[in-house]
Nanobody
Framework: QVQLVESGGGLVQAGGSLRLSCEVS????????MGWYRQAPGKQRDLVAL???????NYADSLKGRFTIARDDAKSTVYLQMTSLKPEDTAVYYC?????????????????WGQGTLVTVSS
């Protein structure tokens, strides 16, 4: 069974940095894109950053220059480096993966979500 396991959240002061990690555990999963989303209390879940299979990145306009998404294929892990954090960055951050899972002899589309990791930025 393929799963996303997140880590790296926590409490940080404004202006600080954090790095989130998301490991893809399991096999027979072909990743097409991975991304990070966040959900602040009482708000909808919003896109933070996307990284395609080919290496193309997309960021929420408001986060460009402060957040960086990257991956380590050898570790099946995607990272979100967050710098110059602000109190408004406080949210639960979710890892997302879009891909195809091998079932028998066929691939089927599969979307996965991590369990979420809380990032709290104090002022």
């Amino acid at each position: 069974q393929v799963q996303l396991v997140e880590s790296g959240g926590g409490l940080v002061q404004a202006g600080g940095s954090l790095r989130l990690s998301c490991e893809v555990s399991g096999s027979n999963f072909r990743i097409n894109a991975m991304g990070w989303y966040r959900q602040a209390p009482g708000k909808q879940r919003d896109l933070v950053a996307l990284l395609s299979r080919g290496g193309t990145t997309n960021y929420a306009d408001s986060l460009k220059g402060r957040f960086t998404i990257a991956r380590d294929d050898a570790k099946s892990t995607v990272y979100l480096q967050m710098t110059s954090l602000k109190p408004e960055d406080t949210a639960v951050y979710y890892c997302n993966a879009l891909g195809e899972e091998l079932v028998g002899t066929r691939y089927r589309d599969l979307e996965l979500w991590g369990q979420g990791t809380l990032v709290t930025v104090s002022s």
